[in-house]
């Protein structure tokens, strides 16, 4: 066995600010009691989740322990869910989640959000400061891999674990799990299914199982993927993650029964999940059974109301239920709801297709024709953005289905540019073109798109290449507002980019153009390799490690919502 | 997961999330209750420095009647909260696939600071010295909130059998972690180790609820090391007399 010394000498744990979170007052002062035991002086305190977060805000606390059951309203998830997401905590900051029984939210596998540590009541002095001493450690420990972390810049990051690995040997399987994430996200699968190998040559953890069957879906290997999420499903019923890999894997595979029943599982295991009751529902929606997912989308609203997961998809989904029941009153009242409460062009965009939808599918093929002209209005916009591929899709299959011509073709098109080299995507593309009997023309079209697409990008790769860096640097904005979903020529112009950052030496609005192209790449298709890279070069041109990428990341994030994990 | 299972877990989240709300209120009772009571032992104590792991059955105001019901009440408060997790555990299938199980590296020093810290207050209202003999700096994986609960337990338990000393002893024996809580008192009666030893036989009835009243936290402790597996070893319990102290032993072993 090895020996090491703590990383962290004695810690001060007198000048922290606490906050207490608890509905029961007979805990929350025994808790006060034993903090000022430590020596603590800034305690507050709350009786809810709705008064912690108020707290919250006001004060950048160090140390939060908040109970996960808090009676009605908000539980200590959706607390800890909403201080992260609104930057309510220091990168320093500890959250114990403090429960009455041993948590079996603490083995779901849903890597997203989880508390620094669980303690289970009664909670006594002793535990609390080892409990408080070992997160503030390992907080030491994984303060550059996460500041790598949130600067994107993986690779970076997953050198950082290996080197902390060597000197903290309690950390070890903890450092192995963050490396191989990193992997992942830096897109390279191969060396991230070497760590998970490794680590379950010494022991059988869930998640490296897991990991590793993600990977060989992605990898093609479906049928070895489902047998591992198997395995983890056997041997721990409460691993959600598996549930939800192996739903996603039938999905994958067009077997929408399966995905059906693996969901129910899951959503009857662990139902407080928006993300896996959107799931639930538009599968169920997808086989047409039409109760379970009205319960689904009504169960994702309900939930949206105390967490920050809400999500305008529960809305639509449940506004197509209410069609398909012939009430198109009330899909209409939903989707104006969803408007009125998410708002932005995309949300109103994906409002009126939901709403020629409903019409559509309910036999009103006049207000589906209105629909339909109103939404080709709204294109004809071109200051506004357009939304991404699979939304553009659905408004073309729509747009055909009504009637109108003109406005699916342009949109199609656009989805080819920004596509050129998305083999089955464009098929999907032309699938829609044979659908509305314009197959002969599609072919052309998407041919043309393509290659007005290639050109766009040739003509900047040759600019590079022969050395007229600062036209190339021009060339490929002008292709970036043509095609702004394209990833080849996102990337490109992301390294020409960069190379002029080389020649010129380090310009901050050009690293800063530079960064946003990449996030917004990241957004569309994550976890490449290439991306990786880039950003690693990025990181090596600052004058300050990450600084700058952190921010702009955030800008980019404030602008046009989380990237998706 | 086959079909049995399948249909008795029907309708049991439901069962379960009302289970768990009730004992959320019953822990936040009992926390209360031995939160309080440690308070008021700690405030009559003599000064902190006398106390810990000293022998402080000499010291004054330990004669006091008053004390000694408070320390009484506080071991009937802690009996009650292990019952209660026993019993939840119980509930939730212990050993079986669906329970929380969640092994980690951890340090031995920080298992026993956290033992010690749990029992310290009960300890010195007894009178009774805990000594503990781990080896520094060493490393083992386990589930740490089900291990403590074991050893809490254990010495809740050897409270009742001990003269006046308990010893928790931890080493390293090839490829397992043993952990020992020993104490100076008469030793196990026949009945409690035949017990013990029935609780790690497979196929055997498990544990005798009815005739035993250590049943329940034999069976749970056994069903913890036995969810500790490790290349094909898993961990086990055992009960002797003798040990260190020359009184009743309890042991657990993982791999």
Redesign the interface.
Known sequence: ????TPAAGEIDWADKRYLLVDD?V??RQ?LR?SLRNLGAKHIDQAASGGEAIVLLSKTRYDVVMCDY?LGDGKNGQQVLEEARLRNLMLPSSVWLMV??????E??MGAAEHQPDAYI????????L??RLN?VWTKKQIFREIDQAFADKDYLRAARLCEEQIALY??????LQRMKATLLLKSGVPEQARAVYEKVLEE?DYNWARCGLGKIRMSAGEVDAAQQMFQAV??????YIDAFDQLALSYQQQGKHEEAFGVLEKAA??S?NSVPRQRAFGQTALKLGNIPVAEKAFRKCIEMGEYSVAKTVDAYFGLARVCGQKNDTKEAIRLLNAAVHQFGGDQVTLRAKITEGLVYHESGDYRRARKSGDELEAMLSDETKQRPDSTTCLDMATLLFAVGVKDAPVTLLCYVARNNHDNAPLLDDVQKIFDKARMGDEGIELIKSSRKEAADMMNKGVLLWKTGKLIEAVEWMRVARKALPHNMRILFNSAQILISQLHQTGYVRELAEEAISVLMHVDAIAPGQLRFAQLMEQLAMLAPVSGVVAAATATEYEAANGAVPE | ?DEDQAQH?EGS?ELLMFL??T??D???S???L???L??LIAGGAPPPSAAADQAAHDQPGHGQPQYEQLGQMLYQTRRL?DNL?QL??LY?EVGK??Y????????VS?LV??V???A?ILLQSRGVTLDVDF???????FDE??V?GVLVHAINNAIRYTRDRIRLGIR?DGDYLELRVEDNGGGFPPAILEAGADAMKTGVNKVNFLSNSSGLGLYFSSEVAKMHK?RQRHGGIALENGGALGGGCFILRLP
């Open positions: 066995m090895n020996t090491e029961f007979g805990i025994l009691e059951n429960s009455a029984e041993k948590s079996v603490s083995v289970i009541k009664p909670i006594t002095e002793g535990v400061l080892t070992r040997p309690l950390h070890e399987i903890d022991r499903i056997a041997d721990n019923r409460f009857k295991l139902p | 997961m877990y989240p768990a709300s004992v959320h019953m822990k936040n009992i926390g209360v031995s939160g309080t440690e308070n909260n997790i939840l555990a939730k696939p669906g929380p199980f969640d092994p980690a590296a951890h340090r920080e600071d956290q010690k810290g749990q310290r080896p520094a700096g060493a490393i083992w994986t909130d089900l403590i390293i490790h």
